[in-house]
């Protein structure tokens, strides 16, 4: 079956970086778009980034640009999110998913567009 696994998730200072992982399993992950979104206390989950195929380029939201790096492992069926300059607002449960869309298109950061779902890391950002 599909399964993914986030780790990586701490509490950092404002400033500070962290680098999430999701390991996946349970389908050819090579063929598969995903991407990561983040849930703060209290707010609805938001898109932070995606990845389609790797000599496509990713896409961001804008809060993220220039601070977060995603990119994927095909080899070890895993993706990342390098998170620098983090800031308090980037706390939140982190999440991975797998797109029902095509990688070869934009990665969506729509919520709607992704089936299956991580059980999330927690991103602690202090001032």
């Known amino acids: 079956q599909v399964q993914l696994v986030e780790s990586g998730g701490a509490s950092v200072q404002s400033g500070g970086s962290l680098r999430l992982s999701c390991e996946a399993s349970?389908?050819?992950?090579?063929?598969?778009?995903l991407g990561w979104f983040r849930q703060a206390p209290g707010k609805n989950r938001e898109g932070v980034s995606a990845?389609?195929?790797?000599?496509?380029?990713?896409t961001y939201a804008d809060s993220v640009k220039g601070r977060f790096n995603i990119f994927r492992d095909n080899a070890k069926n895993t993706v990342y999110l390098q998170m620098d300059s983090l800031r308090p607002e980037d706390t939140g449960v982190y999440y991975c998913?797998?797109?029902?869309?095509?990688?070869?298109?934009?990665?969506?950061?729509?919520?709607?567009?992704?089936?299956?779902w991580g059980q999330g890391t927690q991103v602690t950002v202090s001032s």
């Open positions: 349970g389908f050819n992950f090579a063929r598969y778009a």
């Open positions: 998913a797998r797109s029902r869309l095509s990688p070869a298109t934009v990665p969506s950061m729509l919520i709607q567009s992704y089936d299956y």
């Open positions: 990845i389609g195929y790797v000599d496509r380029p990713p």
